[in-house]
């Protein structure tokens, strides 16, 4: 497993961007997928994309070709998703997590985006 | 993309009942079925992964089964740290994973 910690709430306008950061602790991304899932208010997880940092491989769901980007800066640790074009359905907690043999097992604690109507 | 659904989208229990989730995909999955617990304001938690594996450190109330596109998940004698919402989650497809809309277990 991973620890991980991502940063703040976020308040955008409809037509702007965000960009969300999420730490692993030590190295432990050298060995794992991570990544990102946001979830509506009385809403399951949708999962939106994942990066393996060691090799910087990124994969989208089709949903968000083209509007979200997943980088990683290895000497940190850090990744990020990059989520562009906002509208009020984009209002979410946005998690990223260590995908195990087949699993989320690793979570980060969730960063609120709010784009207001 | 598969989709899953879950069964009943909520449910009532009293501490001490044996409650059972349902949650059906909509074509074969084989065992790639993981289970997550979640409570409000917080991630979910990985409770049992390749349907019938219990995740380290999960009480052994819990227990998942099914293969294909039937699954469940049974809690076989609820405590109060239970009342959540649980979600099923598949990885069988490459389009990427997909989650149901989850079964909330409320108090009787």
């Known amino acids: 497993q991973v620890h991980l910690v991502q940063s703040g709430a976020e308040l955008r306008k409809p037509g702007s961007s965000v960009k969300v950061s999420c730490k692993a602790s030590g190295d432990s991304l050298r060995s794992y997928a991570i990544s990102w899932l946001r979830q509506a208010p009385g809403e399951g997880p949708e999962w939106m994309g994942r990066i393996i940092p060691v090799i910087e491989v990124e994969k989208y769901a089709q949903k968000f070709q083209g509007r979200l980007t997943l980088t990683a800066d290895k000497s940190t640790g850090t990744v990020f998703m990059e989520l562009k074009n906002l509208t009020s359905e984009d209002t979410a907690t946005y998690y990223c997590?260590?995908?195990?043999?087949?699993?989320?097992?690793?979570w980060g604690q969730g960063s609120l985006v709010i784009v207001p109507s | 993309d598969i989709q899953m659904t879950q069964s009943p989208s909520s449910l009532s229990a009293s501490i001490g009942d044996r409650v059972t989730l349902t949650c059906r995909a909509s074509?074969?999955?084989?065992?790639?079925l993981n289970w997550y617990q979640q409570k409000p304001g917080k991630a979910p938690n990985l409770l049992v992964y390749?349907?019938?594996r219990l995740q380290n450190g999960v009480p052994s109330r819990f227990s998942g089964s099914g293969s294909g596109t039937d699954f469940a998940l049974t809690i076989s004698s609820l405590q109060p740290e239970d009342f959540a919402t649980y979600y099923c989650?598949?990885?069988?497809?490459?389009?990427?994973?997909?989650f149901g809309g989850g079964t909330r277990v409320e108090v009787k």
């Open positions: 390749a349907a019938s």
């Open positions: 989650q598949q990885n069988s497809d490459d389009a990427g994973p997909t």
């Open positions: 074509q074969s999955i084989g065992k790639f």
């Open positions: 997590a260590g995908f195990g043999s087949s699993f989320f097992d690793s």
